[in-house]
């Protein structure tokens, strides 16, 4: 399976030209908005061609699907264009910069017949597949609440656009907050229906905010509470979620890589769970490969990236108001 990469990005580098090749998914080209940029990372990464016109990937017929890793604003006018081509998109989160246009992504992915995934990594960890596994087992009972500690230290090389620019889709609610929303909706299967927040800047972020905390209150009447942050370098990233029958402990989770750990604390005691430590974007890609053959559906597909944006932006829409924040979805 031949694959074009539009956006020549750190996270395409550092992660998913790796995953791609590790499932016999081959990269053959890269698109960038700079000639340079383009050709040093094909020879750097031993891509074939590197271009700056989007049209040369879109016009190849061997190429089956793409990857969008560019900055978030660029992100639906590419995917329509690989849509309207009959290419497959795994798009990066978040989709777009409103829900309409996530969602006009969703409609045009089905109405061409082609798939469309959001890569929501957290999904694939082996953490989070075993905790949901317990809740769907049934081990804490009725979920109460959902704690979700995602805040980090944004390293430097990624202190660009992320913190100072809102054009480009910066801040920490479009870039960590959706991955939390993916995340507790994918361990509740709820969709949260209103939240209230308030976000700040805490020292990085300019003229885009780089830290975040909100509460939101799921159909069922559980609650979820999330704390996303580019500024603590201390805090480690975790999530807990309490039931009426045990709670789950996991620290260090909330990652790219397959580390942490997990505990259930029930009446009988506390039990460390084991979980597989597979690389998170290779599943991504493998489920998506397999959704493209028919055979499965992806990880995370377009209609969940539609939901994971649309609760960020619902969250910086409380903030921004102060008002409690009823979520739209878009339709979806
Ligand atoms: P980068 O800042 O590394 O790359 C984004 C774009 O910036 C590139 O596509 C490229 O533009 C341009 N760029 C980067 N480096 C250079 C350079 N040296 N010279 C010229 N242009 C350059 O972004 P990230 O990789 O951090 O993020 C990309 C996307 O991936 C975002 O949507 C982000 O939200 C998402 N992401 C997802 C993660 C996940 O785990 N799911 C993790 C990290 C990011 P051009 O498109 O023109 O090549």
Same mark, same amino acid.
């Given at each position: 399976?031949?694959?074009?990469?539009?956006?020549?990005?750190?996270?395409?580098?550092?992660?998913?030209?790796?995953?791609?090749?590790?499932? =016999?998914?081959?990269?053959?080209?890269?698109?960038?908005?700079?000639?340079?940029?383009?050709? !040093?990372?094909?020879?750097?990464?031993?891509?074939?061609?590197?271009?700056?016109?989007?049209?040369?990937?879109?016009?190849?017929?061997?190429?089956?699907?793409?990857?969008?890793?560019?900055?978030?604003?660029?992100?639906?006018?590419?995917?329509?264009?690989?849509?309207?081509?009959?290419?497959?998109?795994?798009?990066?989160?978040?989709?777009? %910069?409103?829900?309409?246009?996530?969602?006009?992504?969703?409609?045009?992915?089905?109405?061409?017949?082609?798939?469309?995934?959001?890569?929501?990594?957290?999904?694939? /960890?082996?953490?989070?597949?075993?905790?949901?596994?317990?809740? !769907?087992?049934?081990?804490?009972? =009725?979920?109460?609440?959902?704690?979700?500690?995602?805040?980090?230290?944004?390293?430097?090389?990624?202190?660009?656009?992320?913190?100072?620019?809102?054009?480009?889709?910066?801040?920490?609610?479009?870039?960590?907050?959706?991955?939390?929303?993916? *995340?507790?909706?994918?361990? *509740?299967?709820?969709?949260?229906?209103?939240?209230?927040?308030?976000?700040?800047?805490?020292?990085?972020?300019?003229?885009?905010?780089?830290?975040?905390?909100?509460?939101?209150?799921?159909?069922?009447?559980? %609650?979820?509470?999330?704390?996303?942050?580019?500024?603590?370098?201390?805090?480690?990233?975790?999530?807990?979620?309490?039931?009426?029958?045990?709670?789950?402990?996991?620290?260090?989770?909330?990652?790219?890589?397959?580390?942490?750990?997990?505990?259930?604390?029930?009446?009988?005691?506390?039990?460390?769970?084991?979980?597989?430590?597979?690389?998170?974007?290779?599943?991504?890609?493998?489920?998506?490969?397999?959704?493209?053959?028919?055979?499965?559906?992806? /990880?995370?597909?377009?209609?969940?990236?539609? =939901?994971?944006?649309?609760? /960020?932006?619902?969250?910086?829409?409380?903030?921004?108001?102060?008002?409690?924040?009823?979520?739209?979805?878009?339709?979806?």
């Amino acid at each position: 399976m031949h694959w074009g990469l539009i956006g020549a990005s750190t996270i395409a580098s550092e992660h998913m030209v790796a995953a791609l090749r590790a499932t =016999k998914a081959a990269p053959r080209w890269v698109v960038s908005g700079s000639a340079d940029h383009a050709d !040093a990372f094909a020879r750097t990464h031993r891509i074939e061609r590197a271009t700056t016109r989007l049209q040369d990937v879109l016009s190849d017929r061997d190429v089956q699907a793409v990857y969008i890793s560019s900055t978030n604003e660029k992100h639906r006018e590419q995917a329509l264009a690989a849509i309207a081509a009959g290419k497959h998109v795994l798009c990066e989160k978040p989709l777009a %910069m409103t829900v309409a246009e996530a969602a006009e992504m969703v409609h045009a992915a089905a109405a061409a017949g082609v798939v469309l995934a959001t890569n929501h990594h957290l999904r694939n /960890a082996g953490s989070h597949l075993a905790i949901r596994a317990l809740i !769907a087992d049934g081990r804490i009972g =009725k979920i109460l609440s959902l704690r979700l500690h995602h805040a980090v230290h944004l390293p430097p090389h990624l202190q660009g656009w992320r913190i100072n620019d809102a054009g480009a889709g910066g801040g920490v609610i479009p870039d960590i907050t959706v991955h939390d929303a993916d *995340t507790a909706r994918f361990l *509740t299967g709820e969709d949260p229906a209103h939240v209230v927040a308030q976000a700040g800047v805490s020292g990085m972020g300019q003229g885009v905010e780089d830290s975040v905390m909100s509460v939101w209150t799921l159909p069922s009447g559980a %609650m979820v509470m999330a704390h996303e942050s580019f500024t603590h370098a201390f805090a480690g990233t975790g999530l807990e979620v309490h039931g009426t029958a045990g709670s789950i402990f996991a620290t260090g989770v909330m990652t790219q890589r397959p580390v942490g750990e997990v505990v259930l604390v029930t009446a009988a005691g506390r039990e460390a769970v084991p979980f597989s430590p597979h690389d998170l974007y290779q599943r991504g890609v493998a489920a998506f490969v397999n959704a493209v053959r028919g055979t499965g559906a992806p /990880a995370a597909d377009g209609r969940d990236g539609v =939901k994971s944006l649309a609760i /960020a932006l619902a969250v910086r829409e409380a903030a921004v108001t102060g008002a409690r924040v009823n979520v739209g979805y878009g339709g979806l």
